[in-house]
């Protein structure tokens, strides 16, 4: 879904940070959504609404909890 925000996310924004990166990887989600920058580690807090509109697209998106307990149970086989 377009408007998915999860923890862990890898996003790109529109307008790159006063440091140069516009690579950022989302910390906290929720009704404020907390993103670190990648290139000076700087965490910004944002509105939902704010996040999307900055938001330009999604590097990488985090692995769903569900699917990572999966993949421990295979490994813990
Ligand atoms: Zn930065």
Do not use: Y
């Amino acid at each position: 879904m377009e408007n998915e925000i999860n923890l862990g996310d890898v996003i790109q924004t529109r307008k790159p940070h006063p440091c140069g990166s516009d690579i950022w990887t989302v910390i906290r989600t929720g009704a404020d959504i907390k993103i670190k920058c990648q290139g000076c580690g700087r965490i910004v807090m944002l509105d939902r609404a704010v996040f999307l509109k900055r938001r330009k697209k999604v590097i990488q998106a985090a692995v769903p909890p569900d699917a990572a307990r999966e993949e421990q149970s295979e490994h813990a086989d």
